[in-house]
């Protein structure tokens, strides 16, 4: 009985499945090896990181692509932007540069209609101070009249001329002229009671550097014209008041105060004083 029962356990034992390391399990199916809880937490973390590693990496790409897509939109904007700006800031300064020389112009003209005037010298008859057609510019703003300026005056129903006249004041109204033609010098004095002696040995001449130049190179010879004959007036001359004793230059070539066809000049005539020459540009004409 004992012996039986062994032989069976023993049988038992032998069929009971052998496992070949190599070869897998007898029955058949595939081996699969055991996998630690260690290997499954790296497999698992691993497969993790890939997958975010991906998710990121796209992610990337993505905002990348929309920041460039962002960025580029935004440069062509400010491009436009610029340009626009640009393009208004030109005409803005087309308009300044339109808005200055129309004020230019504007207060050229009011400063010629009613603070100066452009006049052009006709004739010789202020040689060698100005020339024929030399362009000056005269002002009659705030103006009196007085010895020594060079004006410009017109006289309506003139004898000689309806034309403007360029001429110097030599006396005004309430002074007296005495004029020595053999040496070309003029007195001009206040005192109407004087003597031609006591003019020649009390009062100074004037002093006309201005005449010299035509004197000693065309009439160097010759006396000053406008002796007292039928055109002409009787020395010494006063002057009645608002009037003006003018002569040119050019003394033997100037018709002017000297004779009756033009006499003394009234003040109301006035044009203006000659502030200056245009070219060559002078202020001073003394």
């Known amino acids: 009985m004992d012996s039986s029962n062994n032989n069976n356990n023993i049988e038992e034992e032998m069929t009971e499945p052998v496992r070949d390391e190599q070869t897998g399990p007898a029955d058949g199916t595939e081996q699969t090896d055991p996998v630690s809880p260690a290997e499954e937490t790296e497999y698992t973390e691993e497969t993790e990181y890939t997958e975010e590693t991906e998710y990121t990496e796209e992610t990337e790409y993505t905002e990348e692509t929309e920041y460039t897509g962002q960025s580029e939109q935004t440069g062509s904007t400010r491009l436009f932007k610029r340009k626009k700006k640009e393009k208004k800031s030109a005409i803005r300064e087309v308009f300044d540069w339109v808005e200055i020389i129309a004020l230019s112009l504007a207060f050229v003209l009011l400063m010629f209609s009613y603070v100066a005037r452009q006049a052009r010298v006709d004739g010789g008859s202020m040689r060698e101070t100005f020339h024929h057609g030399e362009s000056i510019v005269i002002s009659n703003l705030f103006y009196t ?115 009756t066809v033009l006499g003394p000049v009234d003040e109301r005539y006035v044009l203006g004083k000659v502030l200056f020459r245009l070219y060559p540009l002078t202020f001073n004409f003394d």
């Open 145 to 259: 009249p007085k010895q020594g300026d060079v004006i410009v005056f017109q006289v309506p129903n003139s004898r000689l001329t309806d034309e403007p006249i360029i001429k110097r004041v030599i006396a005004v109204g309430g002074q007296t002229v005495y004029i020595d033609f053999e040496n070309w010098k003029v007195y001009v004095y206040d005192d109407a009671s004087l003597t031609v002696e006591q003019v020649l040995a009390t009062v100074e001449p004037l002093d006309e550097p201005y005449i010299e130049a035509m004197r000693q190179s065309k009439y160097k010879n010759s006396t000053m014209n406008g002796r007292s004959t039928y055109n002409g007036y009787s020395y010494p001359l006063t002057i009645e008041e608002g009037k003006l004793f003018c002569m040119g230059d050019n003394r033997n070539g100037s018709t002017d105060s000297r004779w």
